[in-house]
């Protein structure tokens, strides 16, 4: 079972950036995708970002250009660098890691962008 933990949200003014954390339990150098998802108030998770084992990334059009996921294999960490945020942003953001068919979840990280 991969433990996951997410750190680095916080409160941000429109217009600022942050960067978050998901530390695995173990080597994630194997795991197929490592993602990051949302769910504001009121509303369904949604996906965010992906980054697959061989590097490649995608992205939600609502993040597309300024958002950017990253894998560091010997940290057993992903990041998640938020840029020009904006207050539809704020959300619970949570961190996951799929091996096949088996998935595993963070308990998510509190983003909230207000002015």
């Known amino acids: 079972q991969v433990q996951l933990v997410e750190s680095g949200g916080g409160l941000v003014q429109p217009g600022g950036s942050l960067r978050l954390s998901c530390a695995a339990s173990?080597?994630?150098?194997?795991?197929?995708?490592m993602a990051w998802y949302r769910q504001a108030p009121g509303k369904q998770r949604e996906w965010v970002a992906s980054?697959?084992?061989?590097?490649?990334?995608n992205y939600a059009d609502s993040v597309k250009g300024r958002f950017t996921i990253s894998r560091d294999n010997a940290k057993n960490t992903v990041y998640l660098r938020m840029n020009s945020l904006n207050p539809e942003d704020t959300a619970v953001y949570s961190c996951?890691?799929?091996?096949?068919?088996?998935?595993?979840w963070g308990q998510g990280t509190q983003v909230t962008v207000s002015s």
């Open positions: 980054v697959f084992s061989g590097g490649s990334t």
């Open positions: 996951s890691a799929h091996r096949g068919f088996l998935h595993y």
């Open positions: 173990e080597n994630i150098f194997s795991i197929d995708r």
